[in-house]
Each structure stands twice: as structure tokens, then as C-alpha cells.
T-cell receptor, first 112, second 116 residues
């Protein structure tokens, strides 16, 4: 069935380096994509989102890139810090539908 | 107030117990959600309430019974649960429940449920 998935289940990054977390989606009707960060013992925290009419959006230290041609989404974290260690989920949604579909998640480990 | 709160943080219950999980938001959101999350897995949608009416039930067993007393509160009543129901139960809310870019879901911290 349609799904949102991630290429790498675990990513280890040196503190100060940039991190790139990837996500593939298969539902071409999706028009809204969200990245969530989930720290151990906490609920998912909204990081950044992007609409399908955009290919790039920047936040504070984070950038999301959307490539609709290959149905690929990525989250870039600049100057990764120990506090960035968490599981990151991509999720997709579309207007008129209440259900958000989550990807499997990538665990980001920051090495001090 | 920009947060979703959930109580209790932790709950341990036997298979014959009846308990309730509570969720509250004061952001004026009109859609509220219950998710179940097992360890190392993504959240799975259980129920959606939109304008205090149940709009989605993802074929959840009847031992889970949701309730939305008003637009700020969401309860999940639990009865005769099984050990495999042990999980993190997350509540979320969004502005309208219409989906799409105007309707980001914001999550609470969850209730860690253990069924013995």
C-alpha cells in the first residue's frame, strides 16, 4: 500500500557536522509534509513542514527539501548538537484528509 | 497556551481494571486525535474527533472507548486490556481536522501504559 519510509534507521554524526535525514514517499497525491522530532520519553515535536508547491524551506538550523519527481524528502540539520539526538519522523498528509501517515523513523545519534 | 497536556504520565493496570487517559488543549483547536506508539515504531492513529464528533475510528478494539466532552478535552477509557496493549498513548490536536498545510498536528507528551 501507499507508505512513507526512510532509507536509514540510524544515523551517527559528529557534533558540529551537518546531518541529512532522508525519506521516500509513494503517495503522489500527498501535498503536505512534516518533520517531527521525538526525544526519548516524549511526544513528537513539530520541527518544520513544507507544501508540495515548494521545493525548499528553511528554519532555524534546519532545511527541508522536497523532490516531487522522485518522491523524496530530506531534513538537513546544520551544526548538529547533542540536543539534536532523537528519532526523526517524516509524515505526509493532504488537504481534506485527517489522517497523517508517519514514516518508520531515523534515530540520530550525535557523537560529542 | 501552546501545548497539549496528558495525564497521567505513567499508568500500570491489570487486565480487569478500568482506567481513563486524559488530554487537554487550550489552543482553540477543534480536532483531537489518539495515537498508539509501540517501542521503536511510528505513532499509529486510533481515533479522530472533529468538532467534538468521532470522525475516524481505525478499527480499534472496543476495549478502547474515546470520549470528547468538549472542544478542549479528550478522554480514552480503557477496560479489559491485554498485555499487548502496553504502549505510549499520544494525544494530538489540530486547528480544524481538515488536513493539509493549515492543519498541523501538535502532540502531547504521552501516557506510558503498562498492562499486567
Amino acid at each position: 500500500g501507499e507508505s512513507v519510509g526512510l532509507h536509514l534507521p540510524t544515523l551517527s554524526v559528529q557534533e558540529g557536522d551537518n546531518s541529512i535525514i532522508n525519506c521516500a514517499y509513494s503517495n503522489s497525491a500527498s501535498d503536505y509534509f512534516i518533520w517531527y522530532k521525538q526525544e526519548s520519553g516524549k511526544g513528537p515535536q513539530f520541527i518544520i513542514d513544507i507544501r508540495s508547491n515548494m521545493d525548499k524551506r528553511q528554519g532555524q538550523r534546519v532545511t527541508v527539501l522536497l523532490n516531487k519527481t522522485v518522491k523524496h524528502l530530506s531534513l538537513q540539520i546544520a551544526a548538529t548538537q547533542p540536543g539534536d539526538s532523537a528519532v526523526y519522523f517524516c509524515a505526509e498528509n493532504r488537504g481534506g484528509y485527517q489522517k497523517v501517515t508517519f514514516g518508520i523513523g531515523t534515530k540520530l545519534q550525535v557523537i560529542p | 497556551d501552546t501545548e497539549v497536556t496528558q495525564t497521567p504520565k505513567h499508568l500500570v493496570m491489570g487486565m480487569t481494571n478500568k482506567k481513563s487517559l486524559k488530554c487537554e488543549q487550550h489552543m482553540g483547536h477543534r480536532a483531537m486525535y489518539w495515537y498508539k506508539q509501540k517501542a521503536k515504531k511510528p505513532p499509529e492513529l486510533m481515533f479522530v474527533y472533529s468538532y467534538e464528533k468521532l470522525s475516524i475510528n481505525e478499527s480499534v478494539p472496543s476495549r478502547f472507548s474515546p470520549e470528547c466532552p468538549n472542544s478542549s478535552l479528550l478522554n480514552l477509557h480503557l477496560h479489559a486490556l491485554q498485555p499487548e496493549d502496553s504502549a505510549l498513548y499520544l494525544c494530538a490536536s489540530s486547528l480544524t481536522g481538515a488536513g493539509g498545510s493549515t492543519d498541523t498536528q501538535y502532540f502531547g507528551p504521552g501516557t506510558r501504559l503498562t498492562v499486567l
